[in-house]
């Protein structure tokens, strides 16, 4: 049984950045959806009992088993996505992320450029993750529902590219979204604390 966890914050915690409209939406309707209809699938199946980062990885090896993993992903996905955001998010990273992202992207602000332009690049719905990929920070785009666990890699932090993520308060200006996702409600505590310990990452969410 795949479970739809409250958001992390009230709806209106994110305003004016991320209003409790799309909040409402996205958690309410789009992320609550996703979880039942992955519950649906995996129901008597060899996934019903599995945790949902298991269910993940072995749907992922199985192209008859493509709808299961959109959905339980998906599920993922937004539950990752929740803790990627906090009121008074933004700013700077600190500490040993902050040094990391120095050595492993030459600066923040290049960081940041790599970043928005890997979420602006994302053709069509999907996912920018920054990642620890072999010991290294890195920037993921996925499509649709794919996520770091089959890529191997460890997400520290996320932001949701799908339009119904950001089109109620910014239409179709996705880097206007991201750019703000980044500046101000980014939750670099979050991925701070996924870098220090990557063994939890994949069940932070
Ligand atoms: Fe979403």
């Given at each position: 049984m795949i479970e739809l966890p409250p958001l992390p914050y009230p709806k209106d915690a994110l305003a004016p950045h991320i209003s409790a409209d799309t909040l409402s939406f996205?958690?309410?309707?789009h992320h609550k959806t996703y979880v039942e209809t992955a519950n649906k699938l995996i129901?008597?199946?060899?996934?019903?009992?599995?945790?949902?980062?298991?269910?993940?990885?072995?749907?992922a090896k199985n192209a008859e088993h493509k709808k299961i993993f959109n959905n339980a992903a998906q599920a993922w996905n937004h539950n990752f996505y929740w803790h990627s955001m906090a009121p008074n998010g933004g700013g700077q990273p600190q500490g040993?992320?902050?040094?990391?992202?120095?050595?492993?992207?030459?600066?923040?602000?290049?960081?940041?450029?790599?970043?928005?332009?890997?979420?602006?690049?994302?053709?069509?719905?999907?996912?920018?993750?920054?990642?620890?990929?072999?010991?290294?920070?890195?920037?993921?785009?996925?499509?649709?529902?794919?996520?770091?666990?089959?890529?191997?890699?460890v997400p520290l932090?996320?932001?949701?590219?799908w339009e119904h993520a950001y089109y109620l308060d910014y239409q179709n200006r996705r880097p206007d979204y991201l750019a703000t996702f980044f500046d101000k409600v980014a939750n670099w505590k979050f991925a701070a604390e996924n870098l220090a310990h990557p063994e939890n990452a994949t069940k932070a969410a």
């Amino acid at each position: 049984m795949i479970e739809l966890p409250p958001l992390p914050y009230p709806k209106d915690a994110l305003a004016p950045h991320i209003s409790a409209d799309t909040l409402s939406f996205h958690h309410d309707k789009h992320h609550k959806t996703y979880v039942e209809t992955a519950n649906k699938l995996i129901v008597g199946t060899e996934y019903e009992k599995l945790p949902l980062e298991q269910i993940i990885t072995r749907a992922a090896k199985n192209a008859e088993h493509k709808k299961i993993f959109n959905n339980a992903a998906q599920a993922w996905n937004h539950n990752f996505y929740w803790h990627s955001m906090a009121p008074n998010g933004g700013g700077q990273p600190q500490g040993d992320l902050a040094k990391k992202i120095e050595a492993d992207f030459g600066g923040f602000d290049k960081f940041r450029e790599t970043f928005l332009a890997a979420g602006a690049g994302q053709f069509g719905s999907g996912w920018v993750w920054l990642t620890l990929a072999n010991g290294k920070l890195k920037v993921l785009a996925t499509a649709n529902a794919d996520n770091p666990l089959t890529h191997g890699e460890v997400p520290l932090i996320v932001s949701d590219v799908w339009e119904h993520a950001y089109y109620l308060d910014y239409q179709n200006r996705r880097p206007d979204y991201l750019a703000t996702f980044f500046d101000k409600v980014a939750n670099w505590k979050f991925a701070a604390e996924n870098l220090a310990h990557p063994e939890n990452a994949t069940k932070a969410a």
